[in-house]
């Protein structure tokens, strides 16, 4: 795991080449967190179809734990939203920060009653 969190540390130019090991971690896992990994890896490195397809399996994974998982669905969108943003995502990271909005007022409505 060290070698290829090397990769994601060394910039942009890198982050291609954990995208196999980040992979290969992910899917043999239902850690949302393996699959965030392979979600912000590959947004990154420029391929948003991957990390899309990451980050709804991560989400699915988050339903299946009913949303119990640590850290939660809303902290892994946040982080996601903020990949995206670094790699001038910003159309994309626009239209999911407007369901972090949303999230965040449901929640709280839902909790403050």
Known sequence: MIYFLSFFSKGNEEFSESIPWFKKSATSSTSPSDWFNLASA????KDIELA????????????????????????HLYW???????TKEYLLSIHLMKR???????????NMN
């Open 42 to 45: 590959a947004a990154q490195a």
């Open 52 to 75: 899309m397809e990451a980050f709804e399996t991560l989400e699915e994974l988050h339903k299946e734990s009913n949303f119990k998982a640590e850290p939660s669905f809303w902290i």
């Open 80 to 86: 996601f939203i903020l990949c995206l943003i670094n």
């Open 100 to 110: 972090l909005s949303n999230g965040i007022f449901f929640y709280l409505n839902f």
